[in-house]
Every structure is written in structure tokens, then in C-alpha cells.
């Protein structure tokens, strides 16, 4: 980030940013950076909360005003508490799986459990989209997802949308699909709070066969010979606080 | 919070590691008061209006998002498994604050805002993308743009 504002103001272009790791931006030291304290992701603070995001965009855009620089100012205020579901360790989904039924034995029970996931949660995520006219899925619905990763747990060549170039773009975007599908299924239960940023996390990837799976793709490809299949699977499937 | 001393480890020694380019000069491109500045977003969150092609590999290019691109119409295929999503899909404006934007034009505060606005996919190397950046100037001087906001992800 802090090479771009090098290049573009080289240029002749004023530019203003904002800054999430100050170490990075100490070393670059761009022309004008706010550095913010708020989490990775979250640029603005908060979602759903105009005023506070209007005043960090506000104290990045002053910047602009300064006489000279490099410039590196601090955020003064961390971001607003958001309104989530309950306590980190407390939260549990409003959805909850058939998981008691009897499941097929080995690996045949990830994806049985998977499927019946995402039946369970389709409903909520359609209602979600039908209020809220928008979705995070761009590439892979959920069903497409389940029938990319059956293919690669049974071993078969994988089927790949005509517009997804290779293996390893394809796994990348179908994991980020259906992580944005059970998040958006699980916010969309009225009366209920979303899921806050880490307490989805723990839920998805401790609690989910869907996490399962992604876990065992990327096992899968661990040592592909294909570097880029390689590369997606050993660091684009699961945070490496997941792993 | 992002400090990094806060960060859990690995992501605190990932982050710690990462290669910061060193710049031995430090321009300086003067504009006007902000009142009368046009202003376009550069994001690098790896954004794109749905139809584009997703971010593929680390090349350093650049998506364009047209001022009038609504929130349903962005998508984000950034590489990164280490950041939250989750507010980008509660509200586009914690990352891409367009709308936050256009209402600082109709409060007086900004001149007005640029009739298109960009994304890189920020994994990316810097020298990566170098090319891409100095080609955008253009773009941002035909557009008349003397202030980028420039926000990471």
C-alpha cells in the first residue's frame, strides 16, 4: 500500500492512505498515512456505522491538507464495539445440523455432512440475499463447491467452470465462496445478531464439516507437483491461524 | 486490533517478515483545499465488479470499478485467507467507502468524487506493481483526480 502512494505521488498524483500495520508503513513512509487500529479486513472500523466510518475517512482525507511530509498520523479512538452474537466462546449457530443422523464410514461422511450442511443453511442464505439484495458468492454457489471438492476427495478430475482458468484459482475461489455462503446463511436469522468476525471463524473451521473439508483439499495438494496448485493449498484454503 | 504486537503467532512473524520496499526520496505533489479536490479509491483489497476475472497469481494489475458500481456488483478474490471478510459482507463501506464518499460531496467537504476507481490485490509484490501504478496516472490525471485515497485490506 505504502509503495503505491510512492509511486503515484512520484507521479505527480497527491495521495492520502490508510495504514493497518504501522511497522510497514514506518519502513515505506508513504507521503501522507493515518494509521488505524482496527482489525485486519475492516479498513473503516466497523461495518453498519456511517459516522464513525465518515470520521476515518475524514482524518484520512486532511491529510491531504498538510503543508509537508512524509506524514504519519494515529487514529485516535479503536473501533466501536459491533452489536454481535454473543460472547466469543458463546455463540452458537441459530442453524442447527442434523448431525445426530447416521453417517457413512471415512471420507464419504465429510461430504455427506457437508451436503447436508449446506440444505440446511440454503434456506437462510436465500432468505438473507432476498432481504438484503446482496452476496459475498461470486464465483462458485455452494452445490457447485460441494461437487468441486467430492471430485477431488474421490479422486476424479474435477470439473472446472469455463471461466476459472486452473485447479488452484478454482480452489481458492470456491473455498472463499462457501465460507461467504454459511456466514451470510448464519447472519441472516432475524432477531438474532451476526456472528462476530472470530467468532465465525472458530465456528467455520472447529465446527463445520465444510472446514473439514478445506482442511483435507489442502492436505490433498500439500505436495502437489503443480506449484501454484501447491501454493493455493498449502496457503490460500485455511488461515494460518487455522492450520 | 492490528497491532501487530497483539498478532497471534504465526500471523505476527508472517506479518513481522513481510519486505517493505525502502524509497530514498519522498515526493510531494501539492494539490488544493480538500473542499475543491476530486477524489478517487484505490483499494487493494483484491475488488472487482462480478463480471471481471478474478485475481489470479501475484502480476501487480489493477481491476477498474466505475463511480456508479453498486455494492451487489463488487466482489473480492483476494488471495488472502488471513484477514476478515466478514464486514466487507455485512457493508462494502468498511473497505470500500464509496458511499461514505459521495456523502462527503454532497456535505461540501470533497470537491466531488472520480468517475472511476481502482483495486489491486495487495499480496502482491510492490515492484510487482510498479508498472501497473505508474500506468494509472494517466487515467487518474484524464480523470482529473488531485487526491487518492488509497486503502488497504
Redesign the interface.
Known amino acids: ?24 508503513t514506518e ?5 501522507r498515512a493515518l494509521w ?13 456505522n ?1 459516522g464513525f ?2 470520521r476515518v ?2 482524518a ?3 491529510l ?2 498538510s503543508s ?3 506524514v504519519l498520523e494515529k487514529f485516535p479512538d ?1 473501533a466501536p464495539a459491533q452489536d454481535v452474537g454473543g460472547e466469543p466462546d458463546g455463540w452458537a449457530c441459530p442453524v442447527l445440523f442434523a448431525s445426530d443422523m447416521p453417517q457413512p464410514p471415512g471420507e464419504a461422511s465429510f461430504l455427506t455432512s457437508l451436503r447436508r450442511e449446506i440444505t440446511e443453511l440454503r434456506p437462510w442464505y436465500d432468505l438473507g440475499l432476498q432481504r438484503t ?4 458468492v ?2 462458485f454457489q455452494p452445490e457447485d463447491a460441494l461437487g468441486l471438492f467430492s471430485s477431488i476427495i474421490r479422486g476424479e478430475e474435477p470439473p472446472l467452470p469455463r471461466q ?3 485447479l488452484a ?1 478454482a480452489l ?2 470456491a ?2 465462496d462457501l ?2 455462503f454459511y ?2 446463511a448464519v ?1 441472516s436469522k432475524p432477531g438474532l445478531a ?4 472470530s467468532q ?2 472458530q465456528w467455520f473451521w472447529k465446527q463445520t464439516a465444510a472446514g473439514e473439508i478445506l482442511r483435507k483439499v489442502k492436505e490433498i495438494y500439500s505436495s502437489a507437483s503443480d506449484k ?1 496448485l501447491k501454493l493455493a493449498a498449502r ?7 487455522q492450520a | ?4 504486537e497483539t498478532f ?1 503467532e ?2 505476527r512473524s ?3 517478515k ?1 519486505p ?4 530514498e ?7 488544493p ?2 473542499s475543491q ?1 476530486r ?1 478517487a479509491l ?1 483499494s ?1 483489497a483484491g475488488l472487482h465488479r ?1 463480471g471481471d476475472r ?1 485475481f ?2 501475484m502480476t501487480g494489475e489493477y481491476r477498474v470499478i466505475p463511480k456508479d458500481c453498486e ?2 456488483d463488487l ?3 483476494h ?17 470500500f ?1 464509496l ?3 459521495k ?2 460531496v454532497v456535505e461540501g ?2 470537491g466531488s468524487v472520480a468517475e472511476y476507481h481502482y483495486s ?1 490485490m ?1 499480496a502482491a509484490d ?1 515492484s510487482q ?2 508498472p501497473s ?2 500506468n ?2 494517466g487515467l ?2 484524464e480523470d482529473r ?9
Open positions: 500500500m505504502g509503495a503505491l502512494g510512492h509511486y503515484l505521488e512520484s507521479e505527480g498524483v497527491p495521495t492520502t492512505q490508510i495504514s493497518l500495520i504501522r511497522e510497514h519502513a515505506i513512509r508513504p507521503p488505524v487500529p482496527f482489525d485486519l479486513g475492516r479498513p473503516l472500523g466497523v461495518p453498519g456511517p466510518q465518515k475517512l475524514l484520512a482525507l486532511t491531504l491538507e509537508a511530509g512524509p479503536d439484495r446482496r452476496t459475498a461470486a464465483y476459472i482458468s486452473s484459482l481458492r475461489l473455498a472463499q465460507k461467504a456466514f451470510e447472519a451476526p456472528p462476530g468476525a465465525f471463524q501454484d496457503l490460500f484454503l485455511v488461515p494460518l491461524d | 486490533m492490528a497491532r501487530l497471534p504465526p500471523m508472517h506479518l513481522a513481510l517493505c520496499p525502502s524509497f526520496s519522498h515526493p510531494w505533489a501539492p494539490g483545499a480538500l479536490r477524489v484505490i487493494t462480478r478474478p489470479d497469481g455494492a451487489n466482489v473480492m478474490t488471495v488472502s485467507t488471513n484477514f476478515d471478510r466478514t464486514g466487507f459482507q455485512q457493508d462494502w463501506n468498511v473497505v467507502p458511499d461514505r464518499l456523502e462527503l467537504v470533497i489491486f495487495g510492490p506493481m510498479e501504478a505508474r494509472l496516472v487518474l490525471k483526480v488531485d487526491g487518492a485515497l488509497l486503502v488497504p485490506v
